[in-house]
C-alpha cells in the first residue's frame, strides 16, 4: 500500500477535472481534424510533464487501457530529450495505456524531434476493409506557423487552407501524399505546439507553394 501510495505521490499530476477537462479536449481535437489546418487551443502545460500542454493534454484524453502509445526515441536517454521511460510511466498510470515498441503497434505515436521520426509508412495504417485501426500520430513543432507555405484542399476545406508548419524534414511532405493515396488506409496526424494542435486528416491533399 505504501509503495502505491509512494508511487502516486512522485507521480506528475494528471487533469485537475478528468471527465470534464478530456471531455473538452476530445471536442477540441474532433473538431481540428474536422477543418484540418485550423488551430485549436487545447490548454496550458501541466505541472512536471515534459510535453507541450497541447501534447499531454491529447494523450491523458485519447489513450486508455486498450491503446498501444509508441514513443519516439523511448529507449534514447540524452541531454536534450531526456528519458521518455517516466513519461510512459506517467501516462501508463493515469489512462491505463501501454507502451508500443514498434511504430506499426501504436494506436497512438508521439514524435518531439520530428527531424528524426519514423517514416509515415513504419506505423499501421488500417486495412481497407477496418481503415479505423491505423496509427494517429502526434508530432511536436516548434511552430505552427513559421514553417514553408502549404496549400491544403479537401473534406472539411472550403476551397483552400493555407498551413505553414515548422521543424517537419524535407521528405515529410513527399511521404504525405504517399499516405494521402493510400487512402482509405493511411495515418491521421495531429500536430501541436504548446497549447496548440491542429489536425492533418488523411483525405487532406497538400500541396507546398515554394521548393520541395
Wanted: net charge negative.
Amino acid at each position: 500500500m505504501s509503495t502505491h501510495h509512494n508511487t502516486a505521490t512522485n507521480m506528475a499530476a494528471g487533469l485537475q477535472d478528468a471527465v470534464h477537462e478530456s471531455q473538452q479536449t476530445f471536442r477540441q481535437v474532433l473538431d481540428a481534424l474536422a477543418r484540418p489546418g485550423q488551430t485549436r487551443h487545447i490548454g496550458t502545460a501541466l505541472p512536471g510533464v515534459g510535453l507541450g500542454g497541447a501534447m499531454a493534454r491529447l494523450l491523458l484524453s485519447l489513450t486508455d487501457d486498450e491503446t498501444a502509445v509508441y514513443w519516439h526515441g523511448a529507449d534514447q536517454v540524452d541531454s536534450v530529450h531526456g528519458a521518455n521511460g517516466a513519461l510512459q510511466n506517467w501516462l501508463q498510470f493515469h489512462t491505463g495505456a501501454r507502451p508500443a515498441l514498434q511504430p506499426a503497434d501504436a494506436s497512438f505515436a508521439v514524435v518531439t524531434a520530428p527531424l528524426q521520426a519514423p517514416a509515415l509508412s513504419d506505423f499501421e495504417p488500417g486495412s481497407a476493409a477496418s481503415p479505423e485501426f491505423s496509427s494517429t500520430v502526434l508530432i511536436e513543432l516548434p511552430s505552427l506557423m513559421d514553417g514553408p507555405a502549404l496549400e491544403w484542399r479537401g473534406p472539411g476545406i472550403r476551397d483552400l487552407q493555407r498551413v505553414s508548419l515548422a521543424g517537419l524534414h524535407d521528405s515529410f511532405w513527399a511521404q504525405w501524399q504517399a499516405n494521402h493515396a493510400a487512402f482509405p488506409q493511411g495515418v491521421d496526424i495531429i500536430f501541436t505546439c504548446g497549447e496548440y494542435a491542429l489536425g492533418l486528416p488523411r483525405t487532406t491533399r497538400v500541396r507546398r507553394l515554394e521548393g520541395v
